[in-house]
T-cell receptor, first 113, second 115 residues
């Protein structure tokens, strides 16, 4: 069974640029959630995708957007990057039809300069 | 506002000492409760979870947690820690009304176990 994978591992961008982060869910999981973990803080919920539809959103501006594909993999897009967007971005997959348990990937470390 | 509070940001203890990490939440409804651990250089892993039933739950690596509904608490314990327990520990809550399973995390507790 393949776990949750994310790419890239690290990324450096300049303020104002756009970035796309990718996540492959664990086999059999149809739901992907994205979290932002700033340094020294716990993960903060960004949004969730269930069967290709956004299924809930946290307190993040519209420049944070996402997609889920038919194979349940997902992308997180952030436009007009700001310095405060520097963080570890975590993807978690789950199958809410069977469990609330979420399985996390290793994350993408984004640095905005 | 709904929140999850972890009492300590940093804990340093010696091997074989007992560990207890506090977690309180402010949700009024039915909740699912989790403790996750992040070992150095590794991704978040589930230590244990509480959905319903026996309020004392056992997880991996000798950890256990007790759900006390009246105190809105879900404290994590381990009777005797090892050096390999050095990690960051996160308490997380899912409100059952959020059927899509959004997790609200605490700020985390960095635990350092010295030999």
């Amino acid at each position: 069974e393949t776990g949750v994978t994310q790419s890239p591992t690290h990324l450096i961008k300049t303020r104002g640029q756009q970035v796309t982060l990718r996540c492959s869910s664990q086999s059999g999981h149809n739901t992907v959630s994205w979290y932002q973990q700033a340094l020294g803080q716990g993960p903060q919920f960004i949004f969730q995708y269930y069967r290709e539809e956004e299924n809930g959103r946290g307190n993040f501006p519209p420049r944070f957007s996402g997609l889920q594909f038919p194979n349940y993999s997902s992308e997180l897009n952030v436009n007009a990057l700001e310095l405060d967007d520097s963080a570890l971005y975590l993807c978690a997959s789950s199958d809410p039809d069977s469990s609330y348990e979420q399985y996390f990937g290793p994350g993408t470390r984004l640095t905005v300069t | 506002a709904q929140s999850v509070s972890q009492h300590n940001h940093h804990v340093i203890l010696s091997e074989a000492a007992s560990l207890e990490l506090g977690c309180n939440y402010s949700y009024g409804g039915t909740v699912n409760l989790f403790w996750y651990v992040q070992y150095p250089g590794q991704h978040l892993q589930l230590l244990l979870k509480y959905f319903s039933g026996d309020p004392l739950v056992k997880g991996i690596k000798g950890f256990e947690a007790e759900f006390i509904k009246s105190k809105f608490s879900f404290n994590l314990r381990k009777p005797s820690v090892q050096w390999s327990d050095t990690a960051e520990y996160f308490c997380a809550v899912n409100e059952m009304a959020d059927s899509w399973g959004k997790l609200q995390f605490g700020a985390g507790t960095q635990v350092v176990v010295t030999p």
